[in-house]
C-alpha cells in the first residue's frame, strides 16, 4: 500500500520558518520524482517544487529563493525548507510522487501565515 505522509505545517508569523516532511512508503521512492503542491482557500493547486531522481529541482516564481526542496533516498523522504514565509504563503501543501503516468498524493499538511 503506498503512503504520503506529510508533517511540519503549522502556524508562523511572517518571515518565520518552516519545514515540511513527505514519508513515502509502498514506493520504489529513489526513481520518483518529488513534488510539493500547494492549495490556498478558493484557488486551485499550483506546483511549488520538484526534484527529480538526479535531484534536478525548479520552483514557482512565487517562492523561488525562499524555499529550498532536497530528498534522502535512505529514509524515503522528501523536504520542504520554508523561509521568509509571507501570508500568501498559507495553503495546504501536498506532496506527490511521480513516475511515468503513476502519481501519488499525500493526505496534505496545513501552513498558516501570520501577517
Known amino acids: 500500500q503506498v503512503q504520503l505522509v506529510e508533517s511540519g505545517g503549522g502556524l508562523v508569523q511572517a518571515g518565520g520558518s518552516l519545514r515540511l516532511s513527505c514519508a513515502a512508503s509502498?514506493?520504489?521512492?529513489?526513481?520518483?520524482?518529488m513534488n510539493w503542491y500547494r492549495q490556498a482557500a478558493g484557488k486551485q493547486r499550483e506546483l511549488v517544487a520538484t526534484?527529480?531522481?538526479?535531484?534536478?529541482?525548479n520552483y514557482s516564481d512565487s517562492v523561488k529563493g525562499r524555499f529550498t526542496i532536497s530528498r534522502d533516498n535512505a529514509k524515503n523522504t522528501v523536504y520542504l525548507q520554508m523561509n521568509s514565509l509571507k501570508p500568501e504563503d498559507t495553503a495546504v501543501y501536498y506532496c506527490?510522487?511521480?513516475?511515468?503516468?503513476?502519481?501519488?498524493w499525500g493526505q496534505g499538511t496545513l501552513v498558516t501565515v501570520s501577517s
Open positions: 506527490n510522487a511521480g513516475f511515468l503516468s503513476v502519481q501519488h
Open positions: 509502498g514506493i520504489s521512492f529513489s526513481i520518483y520524482t
Open positions: 526534484i527529480t531522481r538526479s535531484r534536478d529541482t
